[in-house]
């Protein structure tokens, strides 16, 4: 499998308190070459990467010497040493075998096929030509079952492959994170719905991600256990942080929090990255309160993803947003499609950080619920990426999108109490025709990023083995 094969310079930003991610390094050049300049070709491509903050676990260039001691030599050095992602890096012509024969042990890891390029002397190109060893070898590991992204300079830009990889080794730090993420599902299969249901076994195998399922009664009796130091420090939080349209009695803030707390025992005890709720047959109708400000707590002051109505791709799409972004994830429902544009919005919270000043909210009643606290604030407008993660059995699919989002006109959802709140919302002008988006659809969350990560988030379904739709 290969994934897109780009030169383009990518710049993620790399958290200085995160660990360095890990890399294997190999070289190649063929015995005949001018081993001198094989080496500095080679030291100069590791270079390039640590200088952009990878951490390189490497070898000295492998030839094809006849008795094969650079390919024993390089399996040794390598054999036992851990990294995520496998730089095979070509600095000249070498036979095909010989890279495969370096690389096999590690077919399970994903790799990098990196063809370096030549330099001017004076007014002539010297190349050892790094791209005939590249373009021998893209079919052929293809074929083979490696999982790799071909990347070459060219020589204009040597070493520009390195922003490159250096974005692809956080696609593949992305899907090691996913290995070990644990969602917290509280009830199961809100309002009977088909769009969010998870199956569990092929999840773990195409994801990796664990889906554990807990009950609402068990998080009804932790919340009778909740400290008032607690509640009060949490209220206390919000009403400092928060902008309430009118009069707020405390009670209508208590039993959410509570709530809130009751959930983050279990995320501590579960280890649990993101959670959703059973909202409409569980909160609202056995609880007779909106959960929508317990998931913003969950956001915002749990650093938890959340999700409405048993969710669990949507839960998983928000941690792949997440991981791959660095951003909040925020999930958004479709309300109307344009001509032109799609109308998006949230019918009970928003992330503190896709908010566009403060976050504003006020008491709001919906069809027979109790009142509670809706979110009305204003959402922050800019390029966006919208995805969604599907299965149908097995075989798993991710709907990605990009396009401009602007601040929606007036409008409502018909069933709050009036005046009726104007519900946080964007109006999201798509890079491609509406009805191209529309005819692919995948459920009625999708989950936004600021930015364009089109790129980084199919390269991650390649490697993953999901199909992009």
């Known amino acids: 499998m290969t994934v897109a094969s780009s030169n383009q310079h990518i710049n993620l930003p790399l958290s200085s308190t995160s660990p360095k991610i890990k890399v294997g390094f190999v070289g190649f050049g063929e015995v005949n070459s001018p081993r001198d300049l094989i080496e500095r070709k080679c030291d100069l491509a590791r270079q390039a990467l640590e200088a952009l903050g990878l951490e390189i676990i490497s070898t000295s260039p492998v030839s094809d010497d006849l008795a094969g001691a650079d390919e024993a030599r390089a399996r040794r050095d390598l054999t036992g040493k851990e990294f995520d992602l496998l730089v095979v890096c070509l600095a000249g012509w070498i036979p095909s075998h010989t890279v495969i024969d370096v690389i096999n042990p590690w077919i399970h890891k994903p790799m990098v096929l990196w063809g370096l390029t030549g330099i001017y002397e004076e007014d002539r190109l010297v190349t050892t030509a790094d791209q005939a060893g590249t373009s021998a070898l893209r079919d052929p590991m293809e074929a083979l079952g490696f999982r790799f992204k071909y990347v070459y300079d060219t020589p204009d830009e040597p070493f520009g492959g390195a922003h490159t990889i250096r974005a692809f080794s956080e696609v593949v730090h992305t899907a090691v994170r996913l290995r070990s993420a644990r969602v917290g599902m509280m009830g199961y299969r809100d309002m009977r719905l088909y769009a969010t249901l998870v199956d569990g076994v092929s999840l773990r195998r195409v994801v990796g991600v664990e889906v554990d399922v807990f009950e609402t009664l068990e998080i009804v009796q932790r919340m009778e256990n909740q400290s008032l130091n607690d509640i009060r420090d949490v209220t206390d939080r919000l009403l400092s942080t928060w902008q309430f349209e009118g009069a707020i009695d405390p009670k209508v803030i208590e039993t959410p929090v509570r709530m809130f707390l009751a959930l983050m025992e279990k995320v501590r005890e579960r ?26 707590l969950l956001v915002d002051q749990g650093g938890v993803a959340s999700i409405p109505e048993n969710d669990g791709l949507g839960a998983v799409s928000q941690l792949i947003v997440r991981y791959l972004t660095g951003q909040v994830g925020a999930y958004f429902e479709f ?13 009970d919270f928003i992330p503190s950080e896709v908010v566009d000043g403060p976050v504003r909210t006020r008491l709001a009643k919906f069809g027979s619920l109790a009142d509670g606290l809706l979110n009305t ?17 097995d075989n798993y699919r991710m709907h990605i999108t990009t396009g401009e989002a602007v601040t929606p006109r007036k409008w409502e959802e018909a069933g709050w109490d009036q005046p009726a709140p104007q519900l946080p919302g964007l109006e999201v002008f798509l890079d491609s025709p509406v009805e191209n988006f529309t005819q692919k659809v995948l459920g009625q969350h999708y989950i936004l990023a600021y930015g364009n990560y089109l790129k980084e988030i199919a390269d991650l379904c390649r490697l993953l083995g999901i199909t992009v739709i």
């Open 377 to 393: 604030s204003k959402v922050k407008t800019g390029g966006v990426t919208l995805c969604r993660l599907a299965s149908r059995g």
């Open 335 to 347: 309300y109307e499609f344009f001509k032109d544009r799609l109308l998006i919005g949230v019918p």
């Open 271 to 296: 280890g649990y990255q993101a959670i959703s709720l059973i909202d409409v047959d569980g909160v609202k109708k056995l609880l007779n309160f909106p959960p929508g400000l317990v998931m913003s």
